[in-house]
Each structure stands twice: as C-alpha cells, then as structure tokens.
C-alpha cells in the first residue's frame, strides 16, 4: 500500500467506523501455514484473494500474490509456506516477513506485499479494510486457466 493510500483509507474508516467482518477464528490460522480467504473490493466488487499469516503472536492479512510476478498467488489453495515467520514465494524462493510484508529475500528484495487491515479480538479475526469486504474462506473462483503454474521457474 502506499503511504497516501493509507491517509486516504484512514480517512474513510474514520467516516465509516465498522467492528468488522469475521474471517475465522484465530484459532483456526496454523503456525506454519496461511489461511487463503476471498474478499470483494468496495468500489469495483471484484474478487480478489487475501491470505492471514501468524506473526510475533497475532495474524496479519495480505493480498495473495507475489510482488515478484503478480499473477502468481503465495497461497495456492493448499496454504503458502512459512520459514521463521517469512511467507515463502515457491516460484523463485522470495521471502517476505509476515509482520511487515517487505520482502527479505528473493528477485523483489525490498518490495513490500499488499497489507489488509486485520484485527483479532474475542478470538476471532476480522477484516477491517475499507478497501475490501469479505466475500469467503478458500480461493476466489478462477477462470479455466491456472496463472499460477511454476512455468515461470527460472534456473
Ligand atoms: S514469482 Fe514469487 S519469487 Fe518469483
């Protein structure tokens, strides 16, 4: 997210204050996967796919793709994998931190993942993004052709 998309969502959350809308419980995130879930964005209703991570003791959320080629999902329906708390891109081994979302590691050193605003309270994890409202658990559907293959594997 850039930093005057974030004034901007602020803004609107202080407009349209919301307690959120219920992903799933916190106990439901795994140490050392990811939960892939599908949300709407609020001004186009396109679907797009987020995925929660654990970190440093609570869950973070993401927008599901790399930063390295962006049609290629982290999660790819079976959970991303984890490596001390770094979501793993399995195409071209980039890293990113789950805290933050910069990527550590990898063909996109330095970029950073797309953020959704995620809260846990009374052992549940909601989405509090402005930006997008939560549509369901699992992928988004798909067209027929997979984009996320490991044709772009480069040795
Ligand atoms: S597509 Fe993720 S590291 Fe290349």
């Not at 997210?1 to 439901?28: N, T, Y």
Request: hydrophobic share 30%.
């Amino acid at each position: 997210m850039r930093r005057q998309d974030g004034a901007l969502k602020f803004a609107r959350m202080e407009r349209f204050p919301m307690a959120g809308e219920r992903i799933v419980s916190v106990d439901e995130v795994p140490d050392d996967t990811t939960v892939l879930f599908t949300v709407r964005e609020t001004e186009t209703d396109e679907r797009r796919e987020g995925i929660l991570v654990r970190s440093n003791g609570s869950v973070t959320g993401w927008l599901n793709y790399c930063q390295h080629f962006t049609h290629v999902r982290l999660d790819k329906g079976s959970g991303a994998g984890l490596r001390e708390e770094e979501i793993v891109c399995t195409n071209h081994g980039a890293m990113f931190d789950a805290d933050t979302g910069q990527c550590t590691y990898g063909p996109c050193d330095g970029a950073y993942l797309q953020a959704l605003d995620v809260r846990s309270t009374d052992g549940a994890v909601y989405l509090t993004d402005p930006d997008y409202r939560f549509d369901s658990v699992g992928p988004a559907e798909t067209d027929d052709i997979d984009l996320t293959s490991t044709s772009n594997v480069e040795f």
